[in-house]
């Protein structure tokens, strides 16, 4: 059954069956109006800009084409199922994996923060991992939970922006893969492939070995902090920098943060917020308690600091609107269960909701937000 629905009309759910091909064909005619409302804002925002055209655009994400190709064909094969499931260009539903390579050493805005708890920090052994997406307000109207059952790769539950094969999620093996931009005293780091597509490649593993080698062996062309994790609360934070890729194992007994600025190298940061939201990661993450989802979600709803704090909650005050921000959701992962809770919006303002791998979505559980 395929199932295309939206929460508060914002939040679309989405069930794909099949292979690469016939899921990205699935996503991609479900989903063909809010994916023609993506490609139509990032073409403005690119005009608008970087002053570059839609021949331009095109012709910028045409050039990913071949290092999907070699490093990730099966995201590309699901990316070519979309265009012609929503009837659209190529290189416009590339565009919308590769938006961040496109604008990153235009636009550097402070986004995005990462935590991981290990087993032996958690009330229940449980591995945990949260995340804040922050990026334009205007995304809101196209993003989705969709809940992946496939022929040709592990079984995935991902979030991620309409028409994008993935960004952040957890595959049936108790993978989790998530990610955070990185602000260096260069933005380009020393790959070619798209991190989004790079976060989709580590779900396709079935151990953490392999997620981590879907990263390493394969840099990001775009200077990217990126968390996989399993279920036996073991994990890797990989920084992917102008000067190479940096590693820290996660232990079961670790409880690690990471914002927009490197921690494992000594690099330049171009984003002023990513340390003043470190300062206050290491405040709120330094009790010894022992640590629950629920935790995890009001750390990831904290608002101290407000144009500056981890939840960004979209202050329209500013006059400047290049560097409006939203926090698009909360999410926190669950590698043990499979589940992932997800806010609709900012989690400062709006309850989480839970989706399970293998359950239905009409069997979600929501609670009030902090």
């Known amino acids: 059954m395929i199932n295309a629905n939206s929460v508060s009309d ?26 023609g409302v993506a490609i139509d804002f990032y073409h403005q925002l690119f005009r608008r800009h970087l002053g570059i055209d839609v021949t331009e655009i095109r012709r910028r994400a045409g050039r990913y084409v071949d290092p999907l190709a070699e490093a990730c064909p099966a995201v590309l094969e699901e990316m070519e199922g979309i265009a012609e499931g929503a009837r659209q260009e190529l290189y416009d539903i590339v565009t919308l994996t590769v938006r961040y390579e496109i604008t990153f050493e235009h636009l550097q805005l ?9 087993p032996q920090r958690t009330n229940n052994g449980h591995t945990l991992l949260g995340m804040n997406w922050e990026w334009r307000p205007e995304v809101m109207a196209f993003r989705a939970v969709i809940m992946a059952h496939c022929d040709d790769q592990p079984d995935h539950l991902v979030v991620t922006e309409c028409g994008q094969p993935g960004k952040y999620g957890l595959n049936e093996y108790g993978i989790v893969a998530i990610e955070t931009g990185l602000g260096c005293s260069s933005n380009r780091s020393i790959g070619r492939v798209p991190f989004a597509a790079l976060i989709r490649q580590a779900l396709m593993s079935t151990n953490l070995d392999h997620a981590r080698a879907a990263i390493h062996d394969n840099p990001p062309e775009a200077t990217i902090n990126f968390f996989v994790a399993d279920d036996l609360g073991h994990g ?30 000594d690099e330049a940061c171009a984003m002023e917020d990513s340390l003043i939201r470190g300062e206050r990661w290491k405040r709120l993450v330094s009790p010894p308690d022992l640590i629950d989802r629920k935790q995890v979600g009001q750390w990831l709803a904290d608002t101290e600091n407000g144009d500056n704090a981890i939840c960004k909650v979209l202050n329209p005050a500013l006059s400047d609107k290049t560097t409006w921000l939203e926090t698009l959701t909360s999410i926190v992962l669950n590698a043990d269960t499979r589940e992932i809770w ?3 919006g900012p989690s400062a303002q709006q309850p989480y909701e839970r989706f399970c791998l293998y359950e239905p979505f009409e069997d979600n559980q929501q609670e009030t937000a902090p």
């Open 10 to 35: 914002r939040l679309y759910r989405l069930v794909l069956r099949g292979s690469s091909r016939e899921r990205g064909c699935q996503h991609g005619r479900l989903l063909a109006e809010p994916i």
């Open 110 to 118: 402070g986004e995005c923060s990462n935590i991981f708890v290990g």
């Open 236 to 265: 890797w934070c990989l920084e992917a920098t102008p000067s190479g890729v940096f590693e820290r194992a996660l232990q079961p007994e670790d409880v690690y943060w990471h914002t927009n600025h490197c921690r494992l190298v």
């Open 342 to 344: 997800v806010s609709d």
